[in-house]
């Protein structure tokens, strides 16, 4: 029903930029939240940030406040992660995800209803 399709990762030196972008597709009008996990091999899946689709609204893991910067734009049914200063520890797949019901800033349970599949990030030290 909602195709999400990510790119912007690669290999890159620690203390270097990215933005990572995702695009959605199919029933978008039925997207009321997109956020950003990533994993690391052997790691869970963690939450990196959240976009609210209604009104805006941004949460973020703490791990990443200041240096990863959530976005979207509604009209290319896109959004993106700016990643400012990686580290090393930053290297990881990273995913997209589509949530249709609207989220709580700071919710902790909120289920995701579609991922995409995902685009590397290798930061070397």
């Known amino acids: 029903q909602v195709q999400l399709v990510e790119s912007g990762g690669g290999l890159v030196q620690a203390g270097a930029s990215l933005r990572l972008s995702c695009v959605a597709s199919?029933?978008?009008?039925?997207?009321?939240?997109m956020g950003w996990f990533r994993q690391a091999p052997g790691e869970e899946r963690e939450f990196v940030a959240v976009?609210?689709?209604?009104?805006?609204?941004?949460y973020y893991a703490d791990s990443v406040k200041g240096r990863f910067t959530i976005s979207r734009d509604n009209a290319k049914n896109m959004v993106y992660l700016q990643i400012n200063n990686l580290k090393p520890e930053d290297t990881a797949f990273y995913y997209c995800?589509?949530?249709?019901?609207?989220?709580?800033?700071?919710?902790?349970?909120?289920?995701?209803?579609?991922w995409g599949r995902g685009t590397q990030v290798t930061v070397s030290s």
């Open positions: 199919g029933r978008i009008d039925s997207i009321r939240a």
């Open positions: 995800a589509a949530g249709l019901r609207g989220v709580k800033l700071g919710e902790r349970d909120y289920k995701y209803d579609y």
């Open positions: 976009i609210s689709w209604i009104d805006g609204l941004k």
